[in-house]
Protein backbone atom coordinates (compact mmCIF):
# COMPACT_ATOMS: atom_id res chain seq x y z
CA UNK A 1 0.00 0.00 0.00
CA UNK A 2 2.77 2.77 0.88
CA UNK A 3 4.67 1.69 -2.30
CA UNK A 4 1.09 2.13 -4.33
CA UNK A 5 1.09 5.86 -2.48
CA UNK A 6 4.47 6.51 -3.06
CA UNK A 7 4.29 5.71 -7.14
CA UNK A 8 0.63 7.67 -6.94
CA UNK A 9 2.50 10.82 -5.88
CA UNK A 10 5.19 10.25 -8.52
CA UNK A 11 2.93 10.26 -11.38
CA UNK A 12 1.18 13.06 -9.85
CA UNK A 13 4.40 15.04 -9.53
CA UNK A 14 5.20 14.26 -13.13
CA UNK A 15 1.34 15.01 -14.48
CA UNK A 16 1.91 18.50 -12.57
CA UNK A 17 6.08 18.76 -14.22
CA UNK A 18 4.55 18.42 -17.51
CA UNK A 19 1.75 20.69 -17.39
CA UNK A 20 2.82 23.62 -17.91
CA UNK A 21 4.09 22.18 -21.22
CA UNK A 22 0.94 20.56 -22.27
CA UNK A 23 -1.24 23.79 -21.35
CA UNK A 24 1.06 25.92 -24.04
CA UNK A 25 1.12 23.08 -26.44
CA UNK A 26 -2.86 22.96 -26.43
CA UNK A 27 -3.48 26.87 -26.09
CA UNK A 28 -1.17 28.17 -28.37
CA UNK A 29 -0.22 25.12 -31.32
CA UNK A 30 -2.75 22.55 -31.57
CA UNK A 31 -5.66 25.17 -30.39
CA UNK A 32 -4.75 27.71 -33.29
CA UNK A 33 -4.15 24.53 -35.35
CA UNK A 34 -7.81 23.34 -34.94
CA UNK A 35 -9.35 26.77 -35.42
CA UNK A 36 -7.27 27.49 -38.77
CA UNK A 37 -8.72 24.50 -40.27
CA UNK A 38 -12.39 25.48 -39.32
CA UNK A 39 -11.89 29.30 -40.82
CA UNK A 40 -10.71 27.81 -43.98
CA UNK A 41 -14.45 26.46 -44.66
CA UNK A 42 -15.19 30.34 -43.42
CA UNK A 43 -15.69 33.71 -44.89
CA UNK A 44 -14.24 35.59 -41.65
CA UNK A 45 -12.94 39.06 -42.01
CA UNK A 46 -11.73 39.53 -38.05
CA UNK A 47 -14.32 42.29 -37.67
CA UNK A 48 -17.00 40.44 -38.47
CA UNK A 49 -18.39 37.15 -37.14
CA UNK A 50 -17.44 33.68 -39.20
CA UNK A 51 -19.90 32.90 -41.51
CA UNK A 52 -19.40 29.16 -43.30
CA UNK A 53 -19.01 28.98 -47.31
CA UNK A 54 -17.68 25.37 -47.29
CA UNK A 55 -15.17 24.84 -49.91
CA UNK A 56 -15.65 28.55 -51.71
CA UNK A 57 -11.97 29.54 -50.19
CA UNK A 58 -10.53 26.42 -51.79
CA UNK A 59 -12.37 27.07 -54.95
CA UNK A 60 -11.16 30.86 -54.84
CA UNK A 61 -7.70 30.02 -54.17
CA UNK A 62 -7.27 27.52 -57.10
CA UNK A 63 -9.52 29.28 -59.62
CA UNK A 64 -9.72 33.16 -58.89
CA UNK A 65 -6.19 34.28 -57.29
CA UNK A 66 -3.35 34.44 -60.10
CA UNK A 67 -0.99 35.91 -57.71
CA UNK A 68 -1.12 32.32 -55.94
CA UNK A 69 0.33 30.72 -58.66
CA UNK A 70 3.50 32.96 -58.84
CA UNK A 71 4.01 33.08 -55.76
CA UNK A 72 3.71 29.52 -55.48
CA UNK A 73 6.59 29.56 -58.78
CA UNK A 74 8.51 32.20 -57.16
CA UNK A 75 8.94 30.13 -53.85
CA UNK A 76 9.31 26.50 -55.88
CA UNK A 77 12.20 28.48 -57.72
CA UNK A 78 13.72 29.47 -54.14
CA UNK A 79 13.69 25.72 -53.12
CA UNK A 80 14.84 23.76 -56.40
CA UNK A 81 17.83 26.11 -57.23
CA UNK A 82 18.21 27.08 -53.57
CA UNK A 83 18.51 24.22 -51.82
CA UNK A 84 20.67 22.25 -53.40
CA UNK A 85 23.22 25.29 -54.05
CA UNK A 86 23.14 26.05 -49.83
CA UNK A 87 23.66 22.05 -49.64
CA UNK A 88 26.58 22.23 -52.10
CA UNK A 89 28.52 24.92 -50.52
CA UNK A 90 28.45 24.23 -47.43
CA UNK A 91 29.60 20.50 -47.67
CA UNK A 92 32.63 21.89 -50.13
CA UNK A 93 33.31 24.48 -46.85
CA UNK A 94 32.82 21.81 -44.50
CA UNK A 95 34.83 19.37 -46.58
CA UNK A 96 37.57 22.01 -46.07
CA UNK A 97 37.08 22.80 -43.12
CA UNK A 98 37.60 19.30 -41.65
CA UNK A 99 41.54 19.11 -42.75
CA UNK A 100 43.48 19.49 -39.64
CA UNK A 101 44.89 22.88 -40.32
CA UNK A 102 46.11 25.46 -38.12
CA UNK A 103 43.61 27.99 -37.46
CA UNK A 104 40.76 25.67 -38.26
CA UNK A 105 38.73 26.55 -35.18
CA UNK A 106 39.08 30.43 -36.26
CA UNK A 107 37.65 30.27 -39.65
CA UNK A 108 34.65 27.35 -38.52
CA UNK A 109 34.18 30.12 -36.14
CA UNK A 110 33.77 33.11 -39.36
CA UNK A 111 31.84 30.53 -41.30
CA UNK A 112 29.52 30.19 -38.90
CA UNK A 113 29.08 33.49 -37.29
CA UNK A 114 26.61 34.51 -40.33
CA UNK A 115 24.11 32.02 -39.81
CA UNK A 116 23.46 33.34 -36.58
CA UNK A 117 22.96 36.80 -37.38
CA UNK A 118 19.20 37.81 -36.87
CA UNK A 119 17.29 38.11 -40.09
CA UNK A 120 16.00 41.57 -40.15
CA UNK A 121 19.59 42.80 -39.12
CA UNK A 122 20.75 40.03 -42.46
CA UNK A 123 17.96 41.45 -44.56
CA UNK A 124 19.13 45.41 -44.01
CA UNK A 125 22.44 44.77 -44.38
CA UNK A 126 22.22 42.79 -47.92
CA UNK A 127 20.12 45.60 -48.98
CA UNK A 128 23.19 47.96 -48.80
CA UNK A 129 25.55 45.24 -50.02
CA UNK A 130 23.52 44.70 -53.04
CA UNK A 131 22.64 48.15 -53.86
CA UNK A 132 23.10 48.85 -57.10
CA UNK A 133 24.82 52.40 -56.76
CA UNK A 134 26.62 52.20 -53.96
CA UNK A 135 26.65 48.25 -52.80
CA UNK A 136 29.59 46.25 -52.33
CA UNK A 137 28.82 43.48 -54.81
CA UNK A 138 28.59 45.89 -58.17
CA UNK A 139 31.82 47.65 -56.93
CA UNK A 140 33.83 44.72 -56.63
CA UNK A 141 32.05 43.63 -60.09
CA UNK A 142 32.86 47.01 -61.59
CA UNK A 143 36.69 46.70 -60.59
CA UNK A 144 36.97 43.76 -63.41
CA UNK A 145 34.74 46.34 -65.84
CA UNK A 146 31.58 44.89 -65.58
CA UNK A 147 28.20 46.36 -64.79
CA UNK A 148 26.59 45.52 -61.88
CA UNK A 149 22.81 44.27 -62.14
CA UNK A 150 19.80 46.11 -60.43
CA UNK A 151 19.62 43.36 -58.28
CA UNK A 152 16.57 44.06 -55.92
CA UNK A 153 14.99 46.17 -58.24
CA UNK A 154 15.14 43.86 -61.48
CA UNK A 155 12.65 41.53 -62.05
CA UNK A 156 15.28 38.83 -63.34
CA UNK A 157 17.75 39.40 -60.72
CA UNK A 158 15.78 39.94 -58.03
CA UNK A 159 15.34 35.79 -56.81
CA UNK A 160 19.14 35.14 -57.81
CA UNK A 161 19.91 37.75 -55.25
CA UNK A 162 17.74 36.15 -52.27
CA UNK A 163 19.70 33.00 -53.29
CA UNK A 164 23.23 34.54 -52.92
CA UNK A 165 21.94 36.30 -49.98
CA UNK A 166 21.11 32.62 -48.57
CA UNK A 167 24.47 31.42 -49.25
CA UNK A 168 25.94 33.70 -47.03
CA UNK A 169 24.13 31.88 -44.33
CA UNK A 170 25.81 28.55 -44.72
CA UNK A 171 27.20 28.04 -41.51
CA UNK A 172 24.23 26.31 -39.50
CA UNK A 173 24.52 23.87 -42.05
CA UNK A 174 28.25 23.18 -42.36
CA UNK A 175 28.20 22.72 -38.70
CA UNK A 176 25.94 19.93 -39.02
CA UNK A 177 28.04 18.38 -42.45
CA UNK A 178 31.49 18.79 -39.58
CA UNK A 179 29.77 16.28 -37.01
CA UNK A 180 28.84 14.18 -39.84
CA UNK A 181 32.68 13.81 -41.17
CA UNK A 182 33.98 13.66 -38.03
CA UNK A 183 31.65 10.57 -37.45
CA UNK A 184 32.87 8.64 -40.59
CA UNK A 185 35.05 5.84 -39.34
CA UNK A 186 39.14 6.54 -40.29
CA UNK A 187 39.48 2.64 -41.13
CA UNK A 188 37.30 3.15 -44.38
CA UNK A 189 39.72 6.08 -45.51
CA UNK A 190 42.62 3.94 -44.59
CA UNK A 191 41.21 0.78 -46.64
CA UNK A 192 40.44 2.78 -49.31
CA UNK A 193 44.10 4.06 -49.86
CA UNK A 194 45.35 0.32 -49.72
CA UNK A 195 43.14 -0.44 -52.33
CA UNK A 196 44.40 2.35 -54.24
CA UNK A 197 41.46 4.80 -54.49
CA UNK A 198 42.69 8.59 -54.64
CA UNK A 199 41.11 11.43 -53.23
CA UNK A 200 37.53 11.79 -55.64
CA UNK A 201 37.38 7.84 -55.01
CA UNK A 202 37.53 7.97 -51.19
CA UNK A 203 34.94 10.99 -52.10
CA UNK A 204 32.51 9.49 -53.76
CA UNK A 205 32.63 5.91 -52.13
CA UNK A 206 33.56 6.17 -48.62
CA UNK A 207 32.38 10.12 -47.69
CA UNK A 208 29.19 10.23 -49.80
CA UNK A 209 27.62 7.10 -48.97
CA UNK A 210 28.49 7.56 -45.07
CA UNK A 211 26.88 11.49 -45.50
CA UNK A 212 23.85 10.35 -46.92
CA UNK A 213 21.84 10.27 -43.61
CA UNK A 214 23.31 13.83 -42.92
CA UNK A 215 22.29 15.31 -46.24
CA UNK A 216 19.20 13.67 -46.46
CA UNK A 217 18.54 15.53 -43.02
CA UNK A 218 19.54 18.91 -44.69
CA UNK A 219 17.66 18.28 -47.56
CA UNK A 220 14.30 17.91 -45.84
CA UNK A 221 14.75 20.92 -43.41
CA UNK A 222 16.20 22.84 -46.35
CA UNK A 223 13.21 21.99 -48.10
CA UNK A 224 10.77 22.84 -45.27
CA UNK A 225 12.31 26.01 -44.97
CA UNK A 226 12.61 27.43 -47.58
CA UNK A 227 8.82 26.79 -48.68
CA UNK A 228 8.37 29.36 -45.68
CA UNK A 229 10.32 31.83 -46.88
CA UNK A 230 8.97 35.17 -45.77
CA UNK A 231 11.34 37.54 -43.46
CA UNK A 232 13.65 38.38 -46.12
CA UNK A 233 10.87 39.39 -48.66
CA UNK A 234 9.09 41.42 -45.99
CA UNK A 235 11.66 43.73 -45.41
CA UNK A 236 13.72 43.79 -48.36
CA UNK A 237 11.29 44.01 -51.57
CA UNK A 238 7.78 43.80 -50.08
CA UNK A 239 6.85 41.58 -53.09
CA UNK A 240 8.41 43.39 -55.77
CA UNK A 241 9.52 44.40 -58.34
CA UNK A 242 6.32 42.73 -60.32
CA UNK A 243 6.34 40.70 -57.48
CA UNK A 244 9.18 38.68 -58.83
CA UNK A 245 9.52 38.08 -54.77
CA UNK A 246 5.71 37.71 -53.19
CA UNK A 247 6.68 34.51 -52.38
CA UNK A 248 3.89 31.86 -50.57
CA UNK A 249 3.99 33.18 -47.31
CA UNK A 250 4.62 36.55 -47.95
CA UNK A 251 0.98 36.31 -49.82
CA UNK A 252 -1.05 34.78 -47.15
CA UNK A 253 0.59 37.14 -45.05
CA UNK A 254 -0.80 39.59 -47.27
CA UNK A 255 -4.43 37.82 -47.50
CA UNK A 256 -4.63 37.64 -43.85
CA UNK A 257 -3.09 41.07 -42.15
CA UNK A 258 -3.80 43.19 -45.08
CA UNK A 259 -6.49 42.15 -46.54
CA UNK A 260 -7.97 40.73 -43.47
CA UNK A 261 -9.31 37.17 -45.05
CA UNK A 262 -8.72 35.20 -42.70
CA UNK A 263 -10.88 32.45 -44.16
CA UNK A 264 -8.80 32.46 -47.18
CA UNK A 265 -5.60 32.38 -45.64
CA UNK A 266 -6.11 29.62 -43.52
CA UNK A 267 -6.73 28.05 -46.44
CA UNK A 268 -3.73 29.17 -48.25
CA UNK A 269 -1.93 27.77 -44.94
CA UNK A 270 -3.42 24.59 -45.20
CA UNK A 271 -2.37 23.83 -49.08
CA UNK A 272 1.03 24.97 -48.12
CA UNK A 273 0.67 22.20 -44.96
CA UNK A 274 -0.48 19.58 -47.88
CA UNK A 275 2.79 20.41 -50.28
CA UNK A 276 5.46 20.21 -47.71
CA UNK A 277 4.06 17.03 -46.28
CA UNK A 278 3.81 15.77 -49.99
CA UNK A 279 7.73 16.63 -50.24
CA UNK A 280 8.83 15.36 -46.96
CA UNK A 281 6.77 12.10 -47.87
CA UNK A 282 8.21 12.20 -50.96
CA UNK A 283 11.79 12.58 -49.61
CA UNK A 284 10.79 9.86 -47.18
CA UNK A 285 10.02 7.12 -50.08
CA UNK A 286 13.14 8.31 -52.08
CA UNK A 287 15.43 7.74 -49.39
CA UNK A 288 15.70 4.13 -49.55
CA UNK A 289 17.53 4.27 -53.07
CA UNK A 290 20.47 6.60 -51.83
CA UNK A 291 21.13 7.24 -48.04
CA UNK A 292 22.78 4.36 -46.72
CA UNK A 293 22.79 3.61 -42.99
CA UNK A 294 25.57 1.61 -41.55
CA UNK A 295 24.51 -1.55 -39.62
CA UNK A 296 25.73 -1.58 -36.08
Given at each position: ??????????????????????????????????????????????????????????????????????????????????????????????????????GEAFFRTIFYLPSVVPQVAMSLL?????????????????????????????????????????????????????????????HLYDAATVDGANIWQRFKYVTLPMLSPTIFFV??????????????????????????????????????????????????????????????????????????????
Amino acid sequence: MGKFKKNKEEIITAYLCVLPWSLGLSIFIIGPIIASLIFSFMDYSVVLPPKFIGLANYKKMFFGDPLLWKSLYNTLYMTVIGVPLNIILSLSVALLLNQKVKGEAFFRTIFYLPSVVPQVAMSLLWMWILNPQVGLVNYILSLFGIKGPMWLASEQWAKPAFIIMGLWGIGGNMVIFLAGLQNIPQHLYDAATVDGANIWQRFKYVTLPMLSPTIFFVLVMGIIGTLQIFTQAYIMTAGGPMDATLFYVYHLFNKAFRDFHMGYASAMAWFLFIIIFAATMLNLKLAPKWVYYEAE
